[in-house]
Nanobody, 115 residues
Framework: EVHLVESGEGLVQPGGSLTLSCAAS????????MSWVREAPGKGLEWISA????????YYAESMKGRIATSRDNARNTLYLRVNRLKSEDTAVYYC????????WGQGTLVTVSE
């Protein structure tokens, strides 16, 4: 059974940074592209990044390019997301999804950007 568990910062100040983690189990993690998706209050799901199984290729939403970076540690079956220069509009529940496009989602981790 696939399990995805996100973790990371809760309350962050504007202009700050955060790193989220997603621990994966139940499938051959290194074989699959993984993605991060977020859902802001009152809005729908927004795809923000993806990374290939070997970590060599990364993809980012245009709206966030230059502020985010996704990486993975296949030895630890863990996916990461780094977001810099946080804005209030980054407030959202962040989810990892994998393999990308599958119905496998974590429970999400809430990030609140506020003073």
């Amino acid at each position: 059974e696939v399990h995805l568990v996100e973790s990371g910062e809760g309350l962050v100040q504007p202009g700050g940074s955060l790193t989220l983690s997603c621990a994966a189990s139940g499938f051959t993690f290194e074989a699959y592209t993984m993605s991060w998706v977020r859902e802001a209050p009152g809005k729908g799901l927004e795809w923000i990044s993806a990374i290939s199984g070997n970590g060599f290729s990364t993809y980012y939403a245009e709206s966030m390019k230059g502020r985010i970076a996704t990486s993975r540690d296949n030895a630890r079956n863990t996916l990461y997301l780094r977001v810099n220069r946080l804005k209030s509009e980054d407030t959202a529940v962040y989810y990892c999804n994998g393999p990308i496009g599958s119905s496998n989602w974590g429970q999400g981790t809430l990030v609140t950007v506020s003073e």
